[in-house]
């Protein structure tokens, strides 16, 4: 048997067609589309729909899609109910996960004992759905934690209107919808990266969508994957009270010295430049500059200048999505469901790509037990 890096490091673990990564020249492609310019010249509807199709969609594709999108949006009470009973200083990822497992239970199209999971015409009626009520869901669950009355969608905004509307109570501004999109657009796919490896593995044993996803949320919590982003802002924070910009320096020797890893740093693929974070730091540096305040995007550039100084590891997309989604008024403990909303598409390109060419996921391990022995009497142990 081939053996495995630890951490499957540079296993080929199957075919895809939906992302491109070089890591050693810093490009990702979705579908063959360069990200900056997915980001740049498409919305995140239109991305979903070439995650999904293989194809950017032309007016006509888009509208019929847009208008799936927007009769799906809507959350059954009964997830309402049970995110209400939830405590409210829950981790909004952990609230997130139980809140979409309610959600596959209640789906009008879920796979029962009579329902196949990878019946693909309904699969992709639910991914519709599931995209949909993702992105509603999440701003749900911060105003109900925060006691304020629940925002109605409006299917004819897009779903990143959507979301900032379920947040704040209010319609976002145009430059705050197109970057906030361009962020989902930047989060969507990421080839076998955790999530998404752990909802393909889901999949193939022919389970539902919504376990398949499940997994990919629970996956994307960890501070490794999407929990880095909230941990960014959290490290941002601490170095703001010790002294910010000055402080930078001193603070980041201080952790690599103590041997830690520091947040929005390093990747497992990327070795010069993370294309998503190039992006993000130049919507960071225009939010700084159309809000007049610059003080988190200076000091994660400071930040970068220490790592860079110490070590030469690139910074990833959790990075400046960090200080984006703060001038934009999102509180950092939602940053990483903001990913899972975003991500939801790529999970879902994936569980349909491995319906479609389906075998059970099932790799081997090394093992390094003991020998085989005998079983002593308990009383001798
Ligand atoms: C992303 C990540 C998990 C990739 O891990 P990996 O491929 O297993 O890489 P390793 O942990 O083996 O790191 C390789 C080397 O770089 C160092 N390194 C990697 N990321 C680092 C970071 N963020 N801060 C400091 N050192 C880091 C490791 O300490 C190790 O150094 P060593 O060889 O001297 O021991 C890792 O870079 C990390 O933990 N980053 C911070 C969390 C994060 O931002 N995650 C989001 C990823 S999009």
């Known amino acids: ?12 673990a199957g075919d895809s067609s939906i992302c491109f990564i070089d890591g050693d020249q810093g490009i990702l492609r979705y579908r063959g589309y360069a990200i900056d310019e997915l980001a740049t010249n498409a919305t995140f509807e239109e991305v979903v729909y070439a995650l999904w199709h293989g194809d950017l969609p032309n007016n006509a594709a888009l509208a019929d899609f847009k208008k799936a999108l927007g009769e799906e949006m809507s959350l059954p009470p009964a997830v309402i109910d049970v995110m209400r009973l939830l405590p409210k200083d829950i981790h909004p990822m952990a609230a997130l996960r139980t809140a979409f497992s309610v959600l596959g239970n209640l789906d009008p199209d879920a796979a029962t004992a009579d329902k196949k999971a990878d019946d693909l015409v309904t699969a992709r009626k639910i991914a519709t759905r599931v995209q949909a009520q993702i992105a509603l869901l999440v701003p749900a669950w911060h105003r109900i934690r ?31 919808e197109a970057i906030f999109d361009e962020c989902l657009t930047l989060h969507a796919d990421h080839e076998l ?28 919590k960890g501070p490794l994957h999407g929990g ?24 980041v020797k201080n952790a690599l010295d103590q041997k830690k890893k520091i ?24 939010l700084a500059k ?3 305040n610059s003080k988190w995007f200076d000091l994660s550039r400071a930040v970068e200048d220490a790592f860079n100084k110490y070590k030469n590891l690139p910074a990833n997309v959790d990075f400046y999505s960090a200080s984006t989604y ?56």
């Not at 880095?228 to 603070?251: P, Y």
């Open 1 to 12: 048997m081939a053996e495995a890096g630890k951490g499957l490091e540079g296993v080929v």
């Open 146 to 176: 925060t006691g304020q009355p629940l925002v109605a969608p409006r299917p004819e905004l897009s779903l990143s209107a959507n979301f900032l509307l379920g947040m704040t109570g209010e319609v976002p501004s145009e430059s705050a």
């Open 193 to 220: 990266n955790a999530s998404t490896f752990a909802c393909r593995v889901i999949s193939a044993t022919l389970a539902d969508i919504h376990s398949a996803l499940g997994g990919g949320i629970g996956a994307l």
């Open 228 to 251: 880095a982003n909230t941990a960014v802002m959290m490290m941002l924070h601490e170095i703001d009270r010790e002294g910010g910009v000055e402080a930078a320096d001193a603070w």
């Open 263 to 286: 947040s929005g740093f390093g990747h497992r693929v990327y070795r010069t430049a993370d294309p998503r974070a190039t992006r993000l730091k130049i919507l960071a540096a225009e």
């Open 290 to 292: 159309s809000s007049g």
């Open 326 to 381: 703060t001038m934009l008024g999102i509180p950092a403990d939602m940053f990483t469901p903001i990913f899972a909303v975003s991500r939801a598409s790529g999970w879902l390109a994936h569980v349909l790509e491995q319906y479609s060419d389906n075998r059970l996921i099932r790799p081997r391990a090394r093992y390094t037990g003991s020998d085989a022995r005998s079983i002593k009497p308990i009383a001798d142990r």
